[in-house]
């Protein structure tokens, strides 16, 4: 049975308290929910099917930055689903509540298939490596051994990441064009401002959990990852060529 991790974690994952302790920062404009809204919600959430949504079973906190742009960072709530052993998909608040705004959506995939990625496209793509070293990637409500087998499996993986909604802006809608983000992979990247807020409204440490994951080996970068570190960056623009989708079908 392919998981994201054993059985018995995946059960406590489940379990765990990690949520509902960061706040959205966007208060969206709009009047309240109508009476009729409401009562189509409920009965939808009765009714209705939500397969595709019930495997999104592993809550991550992390923090992304810009490509291109590393002094503009936030904090994001990954909500991670399994689709088989060497591929995952997330969906990214920007906090953990009922408030939470969906701010974009991260790829996961293991080593042997980042290798076989077009050198262009490994430019998109950042490694998972320091995140994990460094304590600043936890699995808020599950246990520490568990969230450290979670870890051995994440710190050879790759990310790609777009940012649908730039809530770190104070931006009441999700406009403008979408973003392609990027993971730290050095020590002092990170503001300590915002990973102190984080580690305060979860009640753990990150040093801490840096020096449990000591024994965690570091796997060797794969070149291509991590390309704003050379100075090659990719991002995303809306334009009218009608060139930038004529290949796609």
Same mark, same amino acid.
């Given at each position: 049975m392919n998981k994201f991790v054993p059985v018995w974690i995946l059960a406590l994952t489940l379990m765990g308290c990690g949520g509902k302790n960061s706040s959205s920062n966007i208060d969206a404009p709009g009047d309240e929910k109508t009476v009729k809204d409401k009562t189509l919600n409920a009965g939808a959430e009765l009714m209705q099917d939500k397969t595709p949504l019930k495997g999104f079973s592993t809550y991550l906190d992390g923090f992304h930055f810009y490509n291109g742009n590393i002094n503009s960072q936030m904090e994001a709530h990954h909500y991670v689903n399994q689709i088989n052993d060497d591929v995952y998909q997330a969906i990214i608040f920007?906090?953990?509540?009922?408030?939470?705004?969906?701010?974009?959506?991260?790829?996961?995939?293991? &080593? +042997?298939?980042?290798?076989?990625? %077009?050198?262009? $496209?490994?430019?998109?793509?950042?490694?998972?490596?320091?995140?994990?070293?460094?304590?600043?990637?936890? &699995? +808020?409500?599950?246990?520490?051994? %568990?969230?450290? $087998?979670?870890?051995e499996k994440l710190v050879s993986t790759y990310g790609k990441t777009i940012h649908t909604w730039h809530t770190d802006q104070e931006k009441e809608l999700p406009i403008g064009s979408p973003m392609i983000m990027m993971g730290f992979t050095k020590d002092g990247q990170l503001n300590p401002g915002i990973l102190r807020d984080r580690d305060k409204r979860f009640n753990i440490s990150s040093a801490q959990k840096k020096l449990h994951r000591k024994d965690i080996r570091t796997p060797e970068i794969i070149p291509g990852a991590n390309a704003w570190e050379k100075g090659e960056v990719r991002q995303l623009v809306i334009t009218d060529k009608v060139d930038s989708v004529a290949h796609k079908h």
């Open positions: 920007d906090g953990n509540g009922k408030d939470a705004k969906i701010m974009g959506v991260e790829y996961i995939i293991t &080593a +042997p298939m980042f290798a076989r990625l %077009a050198p262009e $496209e490994k430019k998109l793509w950042h490694s998972h490596h320091h995140e994990v070293s460094s304590g600043s990637l936890i &699995a +808020p409500g599950i246990p520490e051994v %568990a969230e450290h $087998e979670l870890m």
